[in-house]
C-alpha cells in the first residue's frame, strides 16, 4: 500500500512555461515532505522541502505547496528550463518517530522540458 | 570530494551467489541507510544505521544482511542471490534524521 503516491509517471512542457508535479499521501502523520531530482545513473538529490507547519517554500525557480487537508504538495519550477528534464520524486518523513527518520517516497515523474 | 560513495556501480552475478556492495560516506553523518529502487521505481527502506546501531529493517529477507564496522561504513551482503533481487540498491546518511538526506550513486544489481 503506498503511503505516497505520484499520479503521474510522465510529464512534458516547454521551456520558459511552467512544471508542475503532483504528489498525494495517505499518512496524516507526516509533517515534512521533500522533492528529490533524479538523473540516469545517478542518485537522487535533495530539491527542496517543506514543513508540515507551512503550506509554501520557495528556493528560486522552486516553489513547493503543501495542502495538509487534502494530503496533497505540488511541486513548481518556472520557468522550466532543459537541465530540469530528469525524474522527480516526491517524500515523506515522521519527524517525531523515533525508529530512524525514513523516508517513504513516491514511483516518481519523469519531467522532459522540451528546447 | 565529500560524498556518499557506493562500489561497485554494476553487479552481474548468477543465482545463488553471494555478494556485497560497498558503501562510505566521509560527510561525518551519524545514520546511514539502504535504499530499493525496484522494477516499478518505487525507493523502498531496507535497513538504517546509526552509529554502528540497526535501527531499521523493514521486512527484508534475512538473506540480506547490513553491516557497519563504524559509522562512516554501511555495507550490504546478499546471500543466496534470488532473480528478484534484481534492482538498483543506493546507499544513503543524514545528520538530522530526515534533514539533509545525501544519496550514494546506486549500485544496479542483475542476478541471472
Known amino acids: 500500500d503506498q503511503q505516497v503516491k505520484q499520479n503521474s509517471p510522465s510529464l512534458s512542457v516547454q521551456e520558459g512555461r511552467i512544471s508542475i508535479l503532483n504528489c498525494d499521501y495517505t499518512?496524516?502523520?507526516?509533517?515534512?515532505f521533500l522533492w528529490y531530482k533524479k538523473y540516469p545513473a545517478e542518485g537522487p538529490t535533495f530539491l527542496i522541502s517543506?514543513?508540515?507547519?507551512?503550506d509554501k517554500n520557495e528556493d528560486g525557480r522552486f516553489t513547493v505547496f503543501l495542502n495538509k487537508s487534502a494530503k496533497h504538495l505540488s511541486l513548481h519550477i518556472v520557468p522550466s528550463q532543459p537541465g530540469d528534464s530528469a525524474v522527480y520524486f516526491c517524500?515523506?518523513?515522521?519527524?517525531?518517530?523515533?525508529?530512524?527518520?525514513?523516508?517513504?517516497f513516491g514511483g516518481g515523474t519523469r519531467l522532459m522540458v522540451k528546447p | 570530494d565529500t560524498a556518499v560513495s557506493q562500489t561497485p556501480k554494476y553487479l552481474v552475478t548468477q543465482m545463488g551467489n553471494d555478494k556485497s556492495i560497498k558503501c562510505e560516506q566521509n560527510?561525518?553523518?551519524?545514520?546511514m541507510y539502504w535504499y530499493k529502487q525496484d522494477s516499478k521505481k518505487f525507493l523502498k527502506i531496507m535497513f538504517s544505521?546509526?552509529?554502528?546501531?540497526?535501527?531499521i529493517n523493514e521486512t527484508v529477507p534475512n538473506r540480506f544482511s547490513p553491516k557497519s564496522p563504524d559509522k562512516a561504513h554501511l555495507n550490504l551482503h546478499i546471500n543466496s542471490l534470488e532473480l528478484g533481487d534484481s534492482a538498483v540498491y543506493f546507499c544513503?546518511?543524514?545528520?538530522?534524521?530526515?534533514?539533509?538526506?545525501?544519496f550514494g550513486s546506486g549500485t544496479r544489481l542483475t542476478v541471472v
Open positions: 544505521y546509526n552509529n554502528k546501531e540497526l535501527i
Open positions: 544513503a546518511s543524514s545528520q538530522d534524521g530526515a534533514y539533509g538526506y545525501t
Open positions: 517543506i514543513s508540515s507547519i507551512k
Open positions: 499518512n496524516s502523520m507526516f509533517d515534512y
Open positions: 560527510l561525518g553523518h551519524d545514520t
Open positions: 517524500a515523506a518523513s515522521d519527524l517525531r518517530d523515533n525508529a530512524g527518520n525514513m523516508l517513504t
